[in-house]
């Protein structure tokens, strides 16, 4: 429920706001699910969280520059802060049920139950309507961004959590400004490519502690198996 709410609310704040400022206020989710997860899992809020939070938004607050000098309408802002907090218990509620379940199963559902719930909204027969391309985008949205992505989802919070699932998905954004540029020829602004390195960053900092811990043990490995040797 909470996936198809949020993505409603974001195409419907799209309506009345531009899409830097929508996806730029979406993209404060890191912060709710972090906090979420601190109270709800008791996930340590460590100081390289909190510096990788602070890098991703001031990234993306550089990357979706524009969003600050275009009109903000009260109505746009409230559902996308709506969208926001839908996606923060989204998250929230996959990590806690996926306990003991198949990410794939769970997957199964949500987008069964999604589409149950956009049938409410459009005639789902609309798609004998569409031609040879239509269709080909259409089938393609639905397996590569939405079945595969979400499956890949869920699988890392099972893996990782859905704090740190949500600040390594905050990649998205370099992902896609740089695919807009070598495939849209967008232009790509100064900061902009700033922005990018703000949030690659933030994206390396919750690793460096564990790359840090498994450098050093591979070392004490080493050394214990040279003096076994001697």
């Not at 079945?147 to 890949?152: E, L, N, P, T």
């Not at 959590?161 to 992902?175: D, H, M, N, Q, R």
């Amino acid at each position: 429920m909470f996936y198809a709410l949020q993505s409603l609310l974001f195409f419907k704040a799209l309506e009345y706001i531009p899409a830097s400022t929508a996806t730029l206020i979406l993209y404060f989710y890191p912060v709710s699910v972090t906090l979420l997860s601190v109270f709800i899992f008791k996930l340590p809020a460590s100081s390289a969280i909190l510096l990788s939070l602070a890098l991703i938004l001031s990234g993306c607050a550089l990357v979706f520059y524009d969003a600050f000098v275009k009109d903000l309408n009260i109505t746009g802002i409230m559902l996308a802060l709506g969208a926001m907090l839908g996606l923060s218990f989204y998250l929230i509620t996959v990590q806690f049920f996926l306990r003991g379940e198949q990410p794939l199963s769970v997957t199964f559902y949500a987008i069964l139950f999604t589409s149950l719930f956009y049938m409410f909204l459009s005639n789902p027969l609309k798609i004998f309507k569409m031609n040879g391309a239509q269709f080909a985008i259409t089938a393609g949205l639905a397996l590569i961004p939405t079945v595969i992505a979400v499956s890949m989802l869920y699988r890392a919070i099972e893996q990782i959590g859905s704090a740190y699932t949500s600040i390594f998905s905050t990649l998205e954004p370099v992902v896609t400004v740089g695919l807009a540029y070598l495939l849209l020829d967008e232009n790509v602004v100064l900061i902009q490519v700033l922005g990018m390195m703000f949030i690659i960053i933030g994206f390396i900092v919750p690793n460096v502690k564990y790359l840090l811990l498994e450098r050093r043990s591979k070392a004490i490995d080493s050394v214990e198996l040279n003096n076994t040797s001697v």
